[in-house]
């Protein structure tokens, strides 16, 4: 990708063991569990070998303690000083994950992620995860799921002065699409309104799996250099509608 684009596209590469490993945990087992340290030192042989091969950005997904920092120590040993680090920080356990791990064959063959991912019952545990990576020196966040914590979005906004990313999720792009199916919803407003919930609880930059709008057939533009999002949304083309051309969702540095 980098030899073919260059500079003309970022590459942000997501960090984690859960596509490389049999049993689909996110690291290294040991006694039934994943083991915190032993994984950490995989990723960061990972997280080199992607800044070899040419990646802008590093995401850790994987929710480990304190690998944001001894991934930073080993890209910096290894001359990678000024690639930057953007931790999944706020990760929860989540079944919107569902349709994602569906589609990669990531089933777990036994066990789930609740060690080491978030409790989606609490509501305070962000706190300590978002001031630990930003102590040990990363320079944007990714909270996911997004939708269905804006609350945990709009309180990170308030609290910490650092780029935000949400992460919209498979689960959510896969509901929007069946009920879609069904004419039961429109899409593109749907979609369009749960993004911009996303950036109005505070969101700086959105990962989404709705690519469409990206598309220039559908008369979508989408600018993001600097992590700057505009989607401008023209026409519907599976209603045929004219719909407002000032539909902008504009992220801010």
Not at 45 to 69: C, F, N, Y
Not at 105 to 122: A, I, V
Not at 162 to 180: E, L, R
Request: aromatic share 8%; charged share 25%; net charge negative.
């Amino acid at each position: 990708i980098k030899e073919k684009h260059n500079n003309d596209i970022l590459v942000i590469a997501d960090l984690s063991n859960c596509s490389y490993t049999s049993h689909g945990q996110c690291g290294t087992l040991i006694d039934g569990d994943v083991d915190n340290d032993s994984t950490i030192e995989t990723l960061c042989k990972q997280g080199v070998i992607l800044a070899e091969s040419g990646v802008d950005i590093i995401a850790p997904s994987d929710m480990m303690d304190g690998r944001t920092l001894e991934i930073r120590k080993e890209l910096d040993k290894n001359g990678f000083h000024k690639i930057p680090i953007f931790p999944y920080s706020v990760k929860y356990a989540s079944s919107f994950y569902g349709p994602f791990r569906g589609a990669v064959s990531n089933s777990l063959d036994e066990g789930n992620r609740k060690t080491h991912q978030m409790s989606f019952k609490n509501s305070s545990e962000y706190l300590r995860e978002i001031e630990q990576d930003i102590n040990e020196g990363c320079d944007a966040v990714i909270i996911k799921p997004a939708l269905s914590y804006l609350d945990i979005i709009s309180k990170v906004k308030d609290r910490f002065s650092i780029p935000i990313i949400g992460y919209c999720v498979s689960g959510v792009y896969s509901m929007v699409k069946s009920a879609s199916r069904e004419n039961l919803i429109d899409e593109v407003d749907v979609t369009m309104e749960i993004l911009f919930s996303i950036k109005r609880a505070g969101a700086t930059a959105i990962i989404t799996y709705n690519a469409f709008v990206c598309n220039w057939q559908c008369n979508y533009k989408i600018w993001m250099p600097a992590l700057n999002i505009w989607i401008v949304r023209r026409r519907s083309p599976a209603h045929n509608r004219e719909v407002q051309p000032n539909a902008v969702l504009q992220s801010v540095k």
